[in-house]
């Protein structure tokens, strides 16, 4: 499988860190960004890549040659006029007969591109993208997928002061088959995400998005940069990669993040507990896993469906990415053992190895998500949330105080400062 890599920009945003070479080249610990994908990629097997270069490409062809120095081979096709992120892949066709990867050049990542691929062939999929949580979902590009990952929609920025979704972000990391590439007008400047994936949905494509908790940003912007590059330095980006198990703090939803109220049923009551954001984001920071885990018998019950919960947990996440804060999954219960309610769903009626004290929910992200339980925590505001802590197997299970301001803020703080 090819790998192409978008690497014409003129990168004007990033221009004060070094405005002679291509944003590509910009270098890390005195590499270029473009040479840690290529490691990245060579290391998993994909060893064939396409270079789309353009303003002062030369750099870029005169640093990597034909690619053997690196153990890669290389080609280059170079853009006389800008077209665009997706444009020059119309020139490219002959060249794509396979399914291929495509990767922007000015992104840092450790990526299991093998995962990814199987996800892609498994799903029969014509475009995969890698879709994942970030910490400014409302400045972003999001996917929008059903319950089998099949992409519903694109809600492109900018997005409306009242638009809700789940943080699912297109982290600009795509599989194509070469059918996409017919969707690529020949000598027209066009974007991959405005222009060619909306036409390839419009036209019935089985378009799916593969959510990967690893790491993938952009260094755009000096901001960014300077956060790729610590993250670089630290470690925190090949810590993150899904092969390795990471810690994780899981969490209690009402009392803990959000203000407790009688069985909440409805995204209106949903408000947020002061510092629960800022705790969270603390955790994003540290390149733990957020994970919420939380009885909802609301469904047993039948004083919301599914959908409706959905929504709530939509609007938790829009609420939290507002404040710079993301989650890495949200796991609940809909059952509660006990019949006797007025419109109870039967079928939600049972007992269950799901609903806290049970360990249920915690076991399933710890598959899910490769996480660490010897060095995981679990917050809650009940016995039963400490339970479940204990019986999953965490390492430290915290009781905190519902609805206290600042209390989860201050757990994290006092956890973190302890190193756990």
């Given amino acids: 499988m090819k790998t192409v890599v978008i690497a014409g920009g003129k990168g004007t945003r990033i221009a004060s860190v070094n405005s002679d070479i291509p944003k590509a080249m910009i270098p890390i610990e005195g590499k270029p960004i473009l040479e840690y994908e290529i490691i990245m990629a060579r290391e998993q097997g994909f060893t064939d890549f396409i270079f789309i270069i353009g303003h002062l490409g030369r750099h870029i062809r005169e640093y990597f040659g034909d690619g053997s120095r690196f153990g890669v081979n290389i080609e280059y096709y170079e853009e006389t006029e800008p077209l665009g992120t997706a444009g020059a892949l119309a020139y490219l066709a002959d060249k794509l007969e396979d399914d291929f990867f495509v990767f922007y050049g000015d992104t840092v990542m450790d990526i299991d591109m093998r995962a990814m691929a199987d996800f892609h062939r498994n799903h029969g999929s014509k475009a995969t993208l890698l879709v994942h949580p970030n910490d400014h979902p409302y400045d972003s590009d999001i996917v929008i997928t059903g319950d089998d990952c099949r992409i519903k929609a694109f809600a492109n920025k900018p997005h409306p002061d009242d638009f809700v979704s789940k943080n699912s972000v297109n982290a600009a990391l795509f599989i194509f088959s070469p059918d996409i590439v017919g969707f690529v007008e020949k000598g027209k400047k ?65 009392g803990v993040i959000n203000e407790e109220v009688n069985l909440l049923d409805r995204p209106e009551r949903l408000k947020l507990i002061e510092g629960a954001a800022e705790a969270i984001k603390l955790i994003n920071r540290q390149g733990w896993l957020a994970v919420v885990v939380t009885n909802q018998p609301v469904i047993a019950r039948n004083l919301c469906s599914i959908e409706e919960l959905e929504t709530i947990h939509a609007t938790l996440e829009t609420m939290l990415g507002k404040e710079g804060a993301f989650l890495n999954g949200i796991y609940y219960c809909p059952h509660h053992p006990d019949s006797g309610y007025p419109e109870e769903r039967k079928e939600y009626k049972i007992k269950c190895d799901c609903r806290k004290p049970a360990p249920g929910l915690l076991l399933r992200a710890k598959d899910d998500l490769n996480i660490d339980m010897t060095q995981s925590v679990m917050i809650g505001d009940r016995d039963s949330d400490i339970l479940a802590g204990k019986n999953a197997g965490c390492a430290r299970s915290v009781k905190i105080d519902t609805n206290r301001p600042f209390a989860l803020l201050e757990t994290i703080n006092q956890l973190f400062t302890l190193n756990l």
Avoid: Q
């Fill in 190 to 254: 066009s974007h991959i995400e405005k222009d060619v994936l909306p036409r390839a949905l419009s036209a019935g494509l089985p378009l799916y998005g593969y959510t990967s908790h690893e790491y993938i940003k952009d260094m755009g912007t000096p901001e960014r940069y300077a956060e790729v590059s610590h993250d670089v330095i630290s470690g925190k980006v090949k810590r993150m990669n899904r092969h390795n198990p990471r810690p994780c703090v899981f969490l209690d939803r009402d």
